[in-house]
T-cell receptor, first 116, second 113 residues
Framework: EAQVTQNPRYLITVTGKKLTVTCSQN?????MSWYRQDPGLGLRQIYYSMNVEVTDKGDVPEGYKVSRKEKRNFPLILESPSPNQTSLYFC???????????????FGNGTRLTVT | AQKVTQAQTEISVVEKEDVTLDCVYETRDTTYYLFWYKQPPSGELVFLIR??????QNEISGRYSWNFQKSTSSFNFTITASQVVDSAVYFC??????????FGKGTKLSVKP
């Protein structure tokens, strides 16, 4: 089944403890990205990648890192999480390098992160 | 910023009623895509439809239909004979310059039995 898989679904951590949220897609998509969803602020893009070894900042990149060493994986790294990073996170992928300009974004099931 | 506006924050209907979710967009592009996504209570984001700006024909998929009108910059979504399982937040969206999606604030639809 074609899908975007995020892990974990739920994560509770403490301030400053490094964490990684994994994202993997099995559709051979070039474009991948991360979003966070917050009440009143909606969905905002954190980072995106148009292809392997190519990553760029989105609208809210502060406090996050990403890497794209393989086409299928696009992990989101929080080196020193803070409470303001408590949010619902989504990974997404799409065919081609243009992202949503060229084809629909397909989203993972989300990761609900709580930082205390 | 080229916004997507969903003026209806919440809508509540009784099962079997028809309901229309409004979406108004801004764009300077001559050709563009528009999208609708569904976010059920379980939280995932589900792709529903993508439409191209040069195709203004209405789209129908089962109980779902979409009305795209460039003259009013609107891309409205109608659910016919709504069901409880349609209860969700629905997002209208358009592409941004980074390949991202610019989402509206969403409309929360509650369908009561």
């Amino acid at each position: 089944e074609a899908q975007v898989t995020q892990n974990p679904r739920y994560l509770i951590t403490v301030t400053g403890k490094k964490l990684t949220v994994t994202c993997s897609q099995n559709m051979n998509h070039e474009y991948m990205s991360w979003y966070r969803q917050d009440p009143g602020l909606g969905l905002r893009q954190i980072y995106y990648s148009m292809n392997v070894e190519v990553t760029d900042k989105g609208d809210v990149p502060e406090g996050y890192k990403v890497s794209r060493k393989e086409k299928r994986n696009f992990p989101l790294i929080l080196e020193s999480p803070s409470p303001n990073q408590t949010s619902l996170y989504f990974c997404a992928s799409s065919y081609g390098t243009g992202g949503a300009v060229a084809s629909p974004l397909h989203f993972g099931n989300g990761t609900r992160l709580t930082v205390t | 910023a080229q916004k997507v506006t969903q003026a209806q924050t919440e809508i509540s209907v009784v099962e079997k009623e028809d309901v229309t979710l409004d979406c108004v967009y801004e764009t300077r592009d001559t050709t563009y895509y528009l999208f609708w996504y569904k976010q059920p209570p379980s939280g995932e984001l589900v792709f529903l439809i993508r439409r191209n700006s040069f195709d203004e024909q209405n789209e129908i998929s089962g109980r779902y239909s979409w009305n795209f009108q460039k003259s009013t910059s609107s891309f409205n979504f109608t659910i016919t004979a709504s069901q409880v399982v349609d209860s969700a937040v629905y997002f209208c969206a358009r592409p941004g310059s980074q390949g991202n999606l610019i989402f509206g604030k969403g409309t929360k639809l509650s369908v009561k039995p």
